[in-house]
């Protein structure tokens, strides 16, 4: 019984110390296109030197024909928490509406929502990494970068 409360104890321990942990850029090789890409089901990615860029249509070509090509698709920027008044100034600023859609420059630590195709998803943007999605109409676009730690613009 005594083994079992250590090893309860210990367990306890380790998840604090690892929800405590900053999330750093480096602790995901993937990138933050390729995290919000598996989170979203988009299954065509592209990496090169490192990053992962994608494009995708909400709707394919058959829908589009057939049902007038609308889909809903919607970002949002929230602060990790917990969080401070500057905080949330700094994601108010970071998506805008821009022509037929939104764009968002992202730069972590920040959580990302996005809509797509019916399901909604927060996907984190990690210290260190910086983003850029862009909205238009039922096509969505990613392309991530990683910052120097500590950079407050992309």
């Known amino acids: 019984m005594h083994k079992t409360m250590r090893f309860a104890a210990?367990?306890?321990?380790?998840?604090?110390?690892?929800v405590?942990?900053?999330l750093q850029a480096g602790s995901d090789p993937s990138g933050f296109c390729a995290r919000l890409a598996e989170n979203a089901g988009i299954e065509r990615t592209q990496t090169i030197d490192g990053e992962t860029t994608w494009s995708?249509?909400?709707l394919n070509f058959g829908q589009r024909v057939l049902f007038g090509g609308t889909a809903a698709t919607s970002v949002n920027v929230d602060p990790l928490q917990p969080a401070t008044v500057e905080d949330y100034k700094r994601a108010a600023t970071m998506c805008a509406a821009e022509g037929k859609g939104a764009i968002c420059r992202l730069i972590g630590p920040i959580n990302f929502e996005f809509s797509w195709k019916g399901i909604k998803t927060s996907t984190p943007v990690l210290t260190g990494e910086a983003a850029t999605v862009v909205v238009e109409g039922t096509r969505a676009t990613c392309r991530s970068s990683m910052q120097a730690l500590g950079s407050d613009h992309p």
């Open 20 to 22: 405590q942990t900053p």
């Open 56 to 58: 995708a249509n909400a």
């Open 10 to 18: 210990s367990s306890a321990a380790f998840i604090a110390l690892i």
